[in-house]
């Protein structure tokens, strides 16, 4: 019965993507496993350290615990649909400029929760920022440098460089 | 984790018949943040599991000022504190959905499954148990109605038996001049297991407190409704004296353990503070409401 694979329809970063998938597979293992998007992290794989966010219908979510198979009919964000032809995200320019990463396992996460943060509220303050960052865990920058990029993409993007 | 079957039920009935056909290796599923965990760890081994987000009934909230709050039993953290009208009438149950986990298991996590989960550390149990809060539950046999204080028999265990579900929380309308607090102690400022958490609530007529409730998590098998300690208050004033022999009966509710996240000592002691705390907090907003 449920070795039988599941055939799901999601929109991701945009386009229309179509996969099979076991119900036992996280979201985060399609992802990497089987669709080979690995810009995704795996960290803890149990929702604490949020190096796994990807953005799901507007919010953003642990796809280590989202099985793959209730993505149905969701649009999925993941770091793979951040940057443009054009270039970086200013958050990722931001994470480059302020040297807020290192080996770059929790970035993903930060950048796509941070992104989602400036989305609903493009002047968060420090205090507010660091709160909404709770459930993504960094190892090796430490958060200053990684909170002082936030507020560097905020003032870029609302003009204020 | 082991391959499940997965079905995405429509309704309360196709959910409630898809769960009676496997007993006990069928299991709801709502945000997940909890049996998928449990799951992967081998914690739980289940051949079916029934997606709750799908059924219409349990994704719905709704507030009226008169009938008051009905929050469907897989609505996720962050649509309770994302309402405003819901945010000002229930304060308590505020303070506790935003600080379950972080912002992504707020995206995903709901406070039925905080309650079905039935940890004695659940944050928004001694929230809905300080705001009267009643579970509706559907099953083979029909439905019927629990108070959130019996809902959980034992950590992990709860009133619900194989074949039903909790199609939602019931929260009564706030009487004039109500106020409700819930705040937790953990070492973090985020993402921790409560070591003590204190739920408190009160009906105000001037100075005078007309109705009290207090709840507790962490400190018993499961969360502990201290209904004597609310009984000091009522019909008394609000005073520092009368507040702290809240606290002291709150103490005497609990049988609290010693493990890694603290000494059974600590946390009455705990619970003395946060019962205080929390009490002078849900008066203070009763008399602005
Ligand atoms: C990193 C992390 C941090 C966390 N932090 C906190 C915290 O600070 N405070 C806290 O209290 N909890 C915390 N949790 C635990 C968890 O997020 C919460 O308990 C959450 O509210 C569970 O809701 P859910 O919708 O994800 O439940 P699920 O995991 O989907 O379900 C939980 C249980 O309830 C049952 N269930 C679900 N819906 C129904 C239904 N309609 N009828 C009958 N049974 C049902 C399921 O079968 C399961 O046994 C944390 C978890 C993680 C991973
Ligand atoms: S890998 Fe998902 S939260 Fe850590
Ligand atoms: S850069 Fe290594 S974990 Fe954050």
């Not at chain 1, 992104?115 to 960094?138: F, M, Q, T, V, Y």
């Not at chain 2, 898809?18 to 799951?39: F, M, Y």
């Amino acid at each position: 019965m449920a070795s039988e694979k599941t055939h799901v329809r999601t929109t991701l970063n945009g386009e229309a993507t179509e996969y099979l998938c076991e119900t036992n597979q996280s979201l985060l293992e399609v992802l990497r496993d089987v669709l080979l998007l690995t810009g995704t992290k795996e960290g803890c794989n149990d929702g604490n350290c949020g190096a796994c966010t990807v953005n799901m219908d507007g919010r953003i979510v642990d796809s280590c615990l989202v099985l793959g198979v209730e993505a149905e009919g969701a649009e999925i964000l993941t770091i793979e649909g951040v940057a443009t032809p054009e270039g970086l995200h200013p958050i990722q320019q931001a994470f480059l400029e302020n040297a807020a990463l290192q080996c770059g396992i929790c970035t993903p996460g930060f950048i796509i929760a941070s992104k989602a943060l400036l989305e609903k509220e493009p002047n968060p303050s420090e205090a507010r920022i660091r709160h909404w960052l709770a459930g993504n865990l960094c190892r090796c920058t430490g958060y200053d440098k990684i909170v002082k990029a936030v507020v560097a993409a905020a003032n870029t993007i609302g003009g204020k460089k | 984790m082991r391959p499940i079957e997965y079905v995405a039920a429509k309704t309360v009935q196709e959910a409630v018949t898809s769960l009676a056909e496997k007993g006990d290796a069928a299991r709801p599923l709502a945000g997940g943040t909890d049996i998928i965990v449990q799951l992967r760890g081998g914690r739980r081994q289940l051949d079916r599991l029934v997606d709750m987000k799908a059924i219409p009934e349990l994704n719905e909230l709704t507030y009226n000022a008169s009938s008051g709050l009905r929050i469907g039993a897989a609505v996720p953290c962050y649509r309770v504190y994302g309402n405003a009208e819901v945010a000002g009438a229930y304060p308590g149950l505020i303070d506790a959905a935003s600080l379950v986990g972080g912002i992504q298991i707020q995206g995903r996590g709901s406070i039925g499954g905080n309650l079905c989960n039935a940890a004695p550390s659940g944050d928004t149990i001694p929230a809905l148990i300080a705001h009267s809060a009643v579970a509706e539950i559907t099953g083979p046999g029909g439905s019927r109605e629990v108070p959130v204080e019996d809902f959980c028999t034992a950590p992990g265990r709860t009133v619900i038996q194989s074949g039903e579900i909790l199609v939602a929380i019931r929260i009564p309308a706030p009487a004039a001049h109500f106020g409700a607090c819930y705040m937790r102690f953990i070492p973090r400022n985020e993402m921790d297991i409560a070591v003590v958490g204190v739920g408190a609530s009160v009906v105000m007529d001037g100075n005078k407190v007309t109705a009290c409730r207090i709840a507790l998590a962490s400190v018993a098998p499961t969360p502990v409704y201290a209904a004597a300690a609310g009984a000091v208050l009522a019909g008394k004033e609000a005073t520092e004296e009368n507040i702290n022999a809240v606290a002291e009966v709150a103490q005497s509710a609990a049988t609290p353990i010693s493990d890694m996240r603290g000494t059974a000592e600590y946390r009455t002691h705990l619970i003395g503070v946060l019962t205080r705390r929390a009490l002078q907090s849900a008066i203070q907003r009763a008399k602005g409401a």
